[in-house]
């Protein structure tokens, strides 16, 4: 009865490819997010979605493009695909932004050879 | 925007000691501060969680302090165990309608 849930769990593709991650909450959250974490580990946000509304939007590439279709889901698409873009991506869902506990999914780790 | 920083990067005690992890913050209205355990390859789940109006709140084994005036925030694990190996993340943030911002992390490591 995951509660937040990410496809794929793992991702290896060549640069220039395009992918996507998809997302979604079970938990009837309003707020959902992207972030990256990279090989230090440090939690980077990328996105916010509130009630399917693009409210936070980091200086990221706009080779990435979140898509929410409804609150319940948040999808990442990455265009052109690029060594540095290898990471873990999480997703993550709140009731509200900001100030209530954040729901993490598995991550999906991505590797770009 | 909010600036939070997190220190030690790497902490290393033996079993049964106490660890303590601190966060300072830039942003004078952040009101909500959570602590976040990221085992290794699993994701970030919070442990614990203070709001400003509180200066202490326990958990067992772990605490969270709060120095609104001098704008930092720890993180107390005691009698530590194998288990709490992990990466630990603070956050801070205004509240609704705000970003979470976190630190850099800790690398604790509880030797047997």
Known sequence: DTAVSQTPKYLVTQMGNDKSIKCEQNLGHDTMYWYKQDSKKFLK???SYNNKELIINE????????KSPDKAHLNLHIN???LGDSAVYFCASSQVVG??????GQGTRLTVV | ???VEQHPSTLSVQEGD??????TYSDSASNYFPWYKQELGKRPQLIIDIRSNVGEKKDQRIAVTLNKTAKHFSLHITETQPEDSAVYFCAGARGSGSRLTFGEGT???VNP
Not at chain 1, 59 to 66: A, E, I, L
Not at chain 2, 18 to 23: G, H, P, Q, R
Request: hydrophobic share 40%; proline share 6%; aromatic share 12%.
């Open chain 1, 99 to 104: 100030g209530t506990e954040a729901f993490f």
């Open chain 1, 80 to 82: 052109s695909l690029e």
């Open chain 2, 1 to 3: 925007g909010e600036n």
């Open chain 2, 107 to 109: 690398q604790l490591t």
């Open chain 1, 45 to 47: 946000i990328m996105f």
């Open chain 1, 59 to 66: 200086t990221v590439p706009n080779r990435f493009s979140p």
């Open chain 2, 18 to 23: 106490s660890a303590v992890i601190k966060c």
